[in-house]
């Protein structure tokens, strides 16, 4: 485990901060299917991110303590609903070609690694596309790959908002008429009382990803000394 909160604190608004995605062009996509095919499921869309093994530890974190957003059944959420289960938060949008599906089938390999005790997991999936990210597309991408993982989404004043209270870099970025978005690619994971202790960073594997969530169910649940 690597103590570094730094990592996470330091320029988390620059163009293409650790962590973050770039989403390619059409060619330059094809160009990468074979790495993402070599197991790179939480690996930015750009060289400017490493492949790395570990969590970063950052308990006690000024920011990522709270959050208040709409599911798609339209109720207000907050972290204090999934009081007594252990979260994984990743932010993302649905139309991302590779690095949201990828982050959420590699959350239902680490639910399937952790057997019973991926019961005890919440997956929430925060939309930084509100403009297109509808409930009902929400609920549909989520329900794609898990029926416990939920969808949460806000106006953009309140994507923005939420955002910035978690360090997550996002932008719109021009594409053949539309818009891709690049943003933050980190797993941020909360313990049973809501308390933000680790961030899963892009290149982990599945098998990397739950064991270090273990280590914290485990952490979480031994009695005080």
């Not at 007594?84 to 649905?94: N, S």
Request: glycine share 6%; net charge positive.
């Amino acid at each position: 485990m690597q103590p570094a909160r730094s990592l996470i604190e330091r320029a988390p608004h620059r163009a293409t901060p650790e962590g973050s995605v770039r989403h390619p062009s059409r060619r330059s996509r094809r160009a990468m299917t074979f790495g993402l095919a070599c197991g790179l499921l939480l690996a930015a869309c750009s060289d400017d991110v490493k492949p790395a093994a570990t969590a970063i530890d950052v308990t006690g974190a000024a920011y990522g303590r709270d959050f208040r957003l709409q599911d798609t059944a339209g109720q207000w959420r907050s972290l204090a609903d999934f009081r007594g289960r252990t979260v994984l938060l990743f932010f993302g949008f649905t139309q991302c070609p590779d690095v949201c599906p990828a982050a959420m089938t590699q959350a239902v390999d680490v639910l399937r690694l952790l057997g019973d005790d991926g019961t005890k997991v919440q997956v929430l999936f925060v939309s930084l596309d509100p403009e297109r990210d509808s409930a009902e597309i929400l609920r549909a991408f989520v329900g794609s790959f898990h029926p416990s993982f939920m969808a949460l989404r806000g106006d953009m004043e309140v994507t923005r908002k939420t955002a910035e209270d978690f360090k997550v870099f996002f932008r719109k970025v021009p594409l053949a008429g539309s818009y891709t978005i690049d943003h933050t690619a980190f797993v941020y994971v909360y313990d049973t009382q809501g308390r933000l202790r680790r961030a899963l960073r892009p290149g982990m594997s599945a098998r990397a990803q739950a064991d270090a969530v273990k280590a914290l169910m485990n952490e979480s649940a031994a009695p005080p000394a």
